[in-house]
């Protein structure tokens, strides 16, 4: 998410008028750039970074990590467990832009939690 629009550090936030309030300031000006424009360098740092944080914060299946980068170091702000995963919410985008339909997204949530079901590993 892009908050340039935004000189003061208080008002870089995601918040309830920023997601839900149609014709608010953080709404309007605030970008969601899909995909982020990071170099492989960067791509390749903050993968590791969230690779790292999601097992330990107790995730499991699916997940949304929120990183802010500042001075060039990317900071896992917030772990969502258990993120929208409606058609228009962040998840859907970004799995999309990885090249899964919104189906897609969905059976490979399904089957990673089914994995996890000793039932699931007797019949395979």
Known sequence: MEYSHFKNVKDRICGYDAKFISG???YEKIETLLPAPLSEKELSSIEKICKKA??????RDYARLDV??????F?????NPNADISEDA???CA??????S????GSRIVRIAAKRNSLWNKSR
């Not at 999601?54 to 995730?59: A, F, I, L, M, R």
Request: include cysteine.
């Open 102 to 105: 919104y189906g897609e997204m």
């Open 68 to 73: 802010r980068c500042r001075d060039k170091i």
């Open 75 to 79: 900071y896992v702000l917030d772990v």
């Open 95 to 100: 799995a999309q832009n990885a090249g899964f």
């Open 90 to 92: 962040s998840m859907a």
């Open 24 to 26: 608010s300031e953080h």
């Open 54 to 59: 999601y097992p330990v914060t107790g995730c």
